[in-house]
């Protein structure tokens, strides 16, 4: 085995249980997600990560479902599948629709263009822009 | 000179006067920015990078700050200083107040950490996310 | 077929296997890892990069198994699923212990966060960072 | 302006002056770096994003100057001036050598090439790294 | 389903057919890839990409071979197996040799390397870059 | 100082100075570049890097200019301003024309936006690809 195990919810104990049972009680899960079950193998990681989390996706001056569609536009930036699709999902559970979903995906494709162009050609900032 | 030099409104001509027109039209602003000066090498790109932004920003399922606030998530991700700047400034013009943008940052900074703790842990894909 | 097959052991003949040896005897295994076998369609991309490899991972002021958590670091930052995985093995070889590569991980995850924090808010360079 | 302001020490109050005095205590410094007078826009971000680092950067099973490096590692990685810049130096203060650095470097310049060799001939894992 | 479905020929009306048509007249092929049937999910982000991509790709200074392995090159550094396999397949029926794309791919990995030795040593830029 | 100082051409001895030689020879200059006095604190990294570079970049299935664009598309990919800069002007003096670099760049985009509506849609590798 090159990389870590998944901790069961029958092998969690002490700290690890903890978070299992805030995770469940928060998102009103029965079986605790792979990501969660993983990041186990720390337990400081794995409260850190839990409590950062709900800290900064919490309902705020932007919707939940909006800030689950950023989160996927860097998720989709950095090609990590497993967070491409559980927060998609966790979008929609949250209320984006297809047509949100679509837009966010067209941004993100003109973002990574654009981005591109601005170093190709090394465009200078305006002084506006300063 | 290694790279490309900025087309001033002065040399414009032909399809770049055009799409120039457009964009000043379009923003209602009277000096174009570096950005589109220097796409301007390149009139083809110009044309279809302006006509491929304004379908895409344009006002839809997602509101027009929201729009801006995911490209600016994008730029971030791609440490693309002009794009930062130019489209946290259009975030700000069509809406988004500080409190957005501050919470936009940390979602971004987020998504970007636990991105690589799936890669870390090679986290395994849920059967409910397949 | 898009991509390029592997050159097995027993097809490789001149330069191919002259480094297939040397791979066999410096890491003492009797099977080539894909990683060279595909390389090897390449002879000179292979030879480079494993010559390339033999003097930057060789034992000098940091240990081997530092080296080795490092390329894991710039490995899960790229996404680079075989190169997690097969530098992982090797560090744990060479005496990382799961606390060290949970530690890692967990920087891995910080610097991301930050790297974009920094963007992000476009922070400036201290004069005592000159 | 199109991006944040820097929170100087003075007008700093409330959970930022707690924060920053945690800062020159934990550093033994009288001026607080950019990096943290602009997280305090924030002052969630800023709270969080120390205490964070104060638990992942601390001694554990990796000394603290490795741990600096691989944080250097991915700074670089991700081109990130003035975390590349920061770190660095945070790497030298806690006793890495001019030689260590070196080594890190190159590390990382290989990695991310081979990183990129295995993506362009699609490497297969092997079977002993599953 | 956390992702979206393939529109199928099928299923295909409107503006997603006649797109569908005009990639087969174009490719001379009978049946519509992946990439094109989910894109159909957005007929907006469907036909943009498609006339982009024909304007693009087409005949110009580069010949279209060459076009195509600078499109690989872009995506063997951002790690996208679909675009990697996909382009790699068409450089090769527009005339790129293996030859050639073991060139294209040594480069991408120096590439990779010297773009982070030179963010390693904070490479200063030439005044004759300028 | 974080990071490291430049050789100069006077101070380069033994194996910098054999180096920067064969430098000014094969390229036909006075003064060594910013990037190769920076690698000389590491002489085993320049000479590494110098040897490979010649190596990969000689002529070969592909054409010199054709090789240098390819270079600066990771690097724009990468956002290296430094490579952008020095292999646009190695392009420029191996023959590639404006128009050349035009195309080149417009390449850049489309593939870094497709990447991301790849993932986004999280599209499925076709038989054919396979």
Same mark, same amino acid.
């Given at each position: 085995?090159?990389?870590?195990?998944?901790?069961?919810?029958? &092998? /969690?104990? $002490?700290?690890?249980?903890?978070?299992?049972? &805030?995770?469940?009680? %928060?998102?009103?899960?029965?079986?605790?997600?792979?990501?969660? +079950?993983? *990041? /186990?193998?720390?337990?400081?990681? #794995?409260?850190?990560?839990?409590?950062?989390?709900? =800290?900064? *996706? +919490?309902?705020? @001056? #932007?919707?939940? &479902?909006?800030?689950? #569609?950023?989160?996927? %536009?860097?998720?989709?930036?950095? @090609?990590?599948?497993?967070?491409?699709?559980?927060?998609?999902? /966790? /979008?929609? +559970?949250?209320? %984006?629709?297809?047509? *949100?979903?679509? &837009? *966010?995906?067209?941004?993100?494709?003109? @973002?990574?263009?654009?981005?591109?162009?601005?170093? $190709?050609? =090394?465009?200078?900032?305006?002084?506006? #822009?300063?």
């Amino acid at each position: 085995m090159t990389v870590f195990n998944k901790i069961s919810d029958k &092998e /969690a104990s $002490g700290k690890v249980k903890e978070i299992f049972d &805030e995770i469940k009680e %928060a998102r009103q899960i029965t079986e605790i997600p792979n990501f969660w +079950k993983t *990041m /186990a193998n720390s337990p400081e990681t #794995l409260e850190r990560t839990w409590r950062s989390l709900q =800290q900064v *996706m +919490k309902k705020g @001056a #932007l919707a939940p &479902e909006i800030k689950e #569609l950023i989160y996927v %536009a860097v998720s989709i930036t950095n @090609a990590c599948e497993y967070c491409i699709k559980s927060h998609t999902l /966790a /979008a929609k +559970k949250k209320g %984006a629709t297809d047509e *949100m979903i679509n &837009e *966010m995906i067209a941004i993100v494709g003109m @973002a990574n263009e654009t981005n591109r162009l601005v170093e $190709g050609y =090394q465009v200078e900032v305006d002084d506006f #822009l300063k």
